[in-house]
């Protein structure tokens, strides 16, 4: 649930749809801000615990350019209807409210003007729109084409025709800003205004034209989309690459009752960043390649293990290489899930569900069916982590399966079963269990007298690769096996 939602699910009755609207418009109003000069607060209708009407504020917008008036927030604060004449105003009149004299509580002379918005056919909010008038001066042409814009898109706000309910905004973090480069286009889609930095990104895709007084259509690479933009009244976000410079435009048509009247083009200069990604990309490839060889080496070695283990005739040399058989699979299972995450990662919860297959498989027999369980989240695991975590964990499991439910004695009165739990707390420790309900150690033994190889090397991974702890203790059946291993924080 977003901060906007929390607030208005506890001090409004604002239906679902009106939530959603004043969502998408928090998605949009800093180029308002911006063009404005002004901060913006919306305000939602709310009472206070004597009943009496009141605001809520629900969201805030600092311009980037120039200094906001407000260095707190706002945002959760009620103040009685008394202290915002304004904004009750607009809910009132349903119209901008422009006509108040400069107020000074601040201690600076702050013009407050009140935009309602329209959902439908109702007001649900209001935005002031609040800018320090002690720093007036004679406005450039640039700003005066800010501020007409700004005029404009207030309007479409009061109008309900801003933010446009089917605009696109996908990656909108990467959307361009005013700062970033404006473009204002009039009915017919010729240029009236652009700033500098439009005109140098224009200039980056191959246009040497004079921008000013050029059609969008001979002045943009790929224009379909801004004249149909134009044309049906919806806001568009594209990208367009020409000669290995990228460009992402927002054009944003200006509506004024019901006609359009002209568009707003935002443009991003973004080609470094586009090449540093596909630089990333190109390395995240790699090293999935690379991780996929390994595991197919590891995998030819594992397949020539097997081989050699068909031609002997020694009971024991087989089952030493079947081990080094599934071990070398064990590691060959973190490599091939790393092969296909794009970051060098992996969900452990995965690796460990394709051991416990791998032994079910391999080493389980009809005459005795054990049931494995798996419970808790590991979440992502470093490679450097998960490949020796693996081997110790297929290495314990391959020891329950073995030694806990010996085929030469009396079978278990309950039914025989292996348990994992993964246990991750805020000390970024990683506590991991494996519980059988098998025989048990025999009374007095140590796990230093009973270690075979296999549990000889999952301890000494465990506390030399990894930094472990790693602790065995009796169950009531079975046998419990708990470690604890130490996570660096992530880093990619």
Same mark, same amino acid.
């Given at each position: 649930?977003?901060?906007?939602?929390?607030?208005?699910?506890?001090?409004?009755?604002?239906?679902?749809?009106?939530?959603?609207?004043?969502?998408?418009?928090?998605?949009?109003?800093?180029?308002?801000?911006?063009?404005?000069?002004?901060?913006?607060?919306?305000?939602?209708?709310?009472?206070?615990?004597?009943?009496?009407?009141?605001?809520?504020?629900?969201?805030?917008?600092?311009?980037?350019?120039?200094?906001?008036?407000?260095?707190?927030?706002?945002?959760?604060?009620?103040?009685?209807?008394?202290?915002?004449?304004?904004?009750?105003?607009?809910?009132?009149?349903?119209?901008?409210?422009?006509?108040?004299?400069?107020?000074?509580?601040?201690?600076?002379?702050?013009?407050?003007?009140?935009?309602?918005?329209?959902?439908?056919?109702?007001?649900?909010?209001?935005?002031?729109?609040?800018?320090?008038?002690?720093?007036?001066?004679?406005?450039?042409?640039?700003?005066?084409?800010?501020?007409?814009?700004?005029?404009?898109?207030?309007?479409?706000?009061?109008?309900?025709?801003?933010?446009?309910?089917?605009?696109?905004?996908?990656?909108?973090?990467?959307?361009?800003?005013?700062?970033?480069?404006?473009?204002?286009?009039?009915?017919?889609?010729?240029?009236?205004?652009?700033?500098?930095?439009?005109?140098?990104?224009?200039?980056?895709?191959?246009?040497?034209?004079?921008?000013?007084?050029?059609?969008?259509?001979?002045?943009?690479?790929?224009?379909?989309?801004?004249?149909?933009?134009?044309?049906?009244?919806?806001?568009?976000?594209?990208?367009?690459?020409?000669?290995?410079?990228?460009?992402?435009?927002?054009?944003?048509?200006?509506?004024?009752?019901?006609?359009?009247?002209?568009?707003?083009?935002?443009?991003?200069?973004?080609?470094?960043?586009?090449?540093?990604?596909?630089?990333?990309?190109?390395?995240?490839?790699?090293?999935?390649?690379?991780?996929?060889?390994?595991?197919?080496? &590891?995998?030819?070695? *594992?397949? =020539?293990?097997?081989?050699? @283990? %068909?031609? !002997?005739?020694?009971? $024991?040399?087989?089952?030493?290489?079947?081990?080094?058989?599934?071990?070398?699979?064990?590691?060959?299972?973190?490599?091939?899930?790393?092969?296909?995450?794009?970051?060098?990662?992996?969900?452990?919860?995965?690796?460990?569900?394709?051991?416990?297959?791998?032994?079910?498989?391999?080493?389980?027999?009809?005459?005795?069916?054990?049931?494995?369980?798996?419970?808790?989240?590991?979440?992502?695991?470093?490679?450097?982590?998960?490949?020796?975590?693996?081997?110790?964990?297929?290495?314990?499991?391959?020891?329950?399966?073995?030694?806990?439910?010996?085929?030469?004695?009396?079978?278990?009165?309950?039914?025989?079963?292996?348990?994992?739990?993964?246990?991750?707390?805020?000390?970024?420790?990683?506590?991991?269990?494996?519980?059988?309900?098998?025989?048990?150690?025999?009374?007095?033994?140590? &796990?230093?007298?009973? *270690?075979? =190889?296999?549990?000889?090397? @999952? %301890?000494? !991974?465990?506390?030399? $690769?990894?930094?472990?702890?790693?602790?065995?203790?009796?169950?009531?059946?079975?046998?419990?096996?708990?470690?604890?291993?130490?996570?660096?924080?992530?880093?990619?």
């Amino acid at each position: 649930m977003t901060l906007l939602e929390n607030l208005l699910a506890h001090r409004s009755t604002l239906s679902e749809e009106a939530t959603d609207h004043l969502q998408a418009l928090l998605g949009e109003w800093q180029t308002l801000a911006d063009m404005s000069f002004a901060d913006l607060l919306l305000w939602v209708r709310c009472e206070l615990a004597d009943q009496r009407p009141a605001y809520l504020c629900v969201g805030q917008m600092r311009p980037y350019t120039t200094q906001t008036i407000y260095t707190e927030d706002l945002v959760g604060q009620v103040f009685p209807a008394s202290a915002r004449p304004m904004v009750g105003r607009a809910l009132v009149e349903q119209r901008v409210i422009r006509d108040a004299d400069p107020d000074w509580s601040t201690g600076v002379p702050v013009r407050e003007e009140a935009i309602p918005i329209r959902c439908g056919s109702d007001v649900i909010a209001v935005i002031t729109r609040e800018s320090n008038v002690s720093t007036a001066r004679a406005p450039s042409q640039l700003e005066l084409t800010y501020l007409q814009t700004a005029g404009e898109l207030a309007q479409m706000m009061a109008e309900g025709t801003l933010p446009h309910p089917d605009a696109s905004r996908d990656e909108r973090e990467l959307a361009p800003r005013v700062g970033d480069g404006i473009i204002r286009v009039d009915a017919d889609g010729v240029v009236a205004f652009a700033s500098p930095n439009a005109i140098s990104a224009y200039r980056r895709l191959g246009s040497l034209d004079s921008v000013m007084g050029t059609h969008v259509e001979r002045l943009d690479p790929e224009p379909r989309q801004l004249l149909e933009s134009l044309r049906t009244g919806i806001p568009v976000d594209a990208e367009v690459e020409v000669n290995d410079a990228v460009v992402i435009r927002r054009f944003i048509p200006l509506i004024s009752g019901g006609r359009i009247i002209g568009a707003l083009l935002l443009v991003r200069e973004v080609t470094e960043l586009r090449q540093h990604e596909r630089a990333l990309m190109v390395k995240d490839a790699t090293i999935r390649e690379i991780h996929h060889r390994v595991k197919n080496n &590891l995998q030819t070695v *594992a397949a =020539l293990l097997r081989l050699q @283990a %068909r031609r !002997l005739h020694s009971d $024991e040399a087989r089952a030493a290489l079947g081990e080094s058989v599934r071990r070398i699979t064990s590691i060959a299972l973190v490599h091939e899930t790393l092969s296909e995450e794009a970051r060098q990662r992996v969900p452990f919860t995965r690796i460990t569900r394709r051991i416990i297959d791998m032994l079910s498989q391999g080493l389980v027999g009809p005459d005795l069916p054990i049931e494995f369980g798996l419970t808790g989240d590991p979440d992502e695991l470093s490679a450097e982590v998960a490949t020796p975590l693996a081997l110790v964990l297929a290495e314990l499991l391959q020891n329950c399966v073995e030694h806990a439910f010996p085929y030469d004695q009396q079978p278990p009165a309950q039914d025989a079963c292996v348990n994992v739990c993964f246990d991750r707390n805020d000390d970024d420790e990683l506590r991991v269990v494996v519980a059988d309900n098998g025989v048990g150690l025999p009374d007095g033994a140590t &796990l230093d007298e009973l *270690a075979n =190889l296999g549990l000889r090397i @999952a %301890r000494t !991974l465990l506390e030399t $690769e990894l930094g472990g702890t790693f602790d065995v203790s009796r169950g009531d059946p079975g046998t419990t096996i708990e470690l604890r291993v130490p996570l660096r924080p992530a880093t990619s």
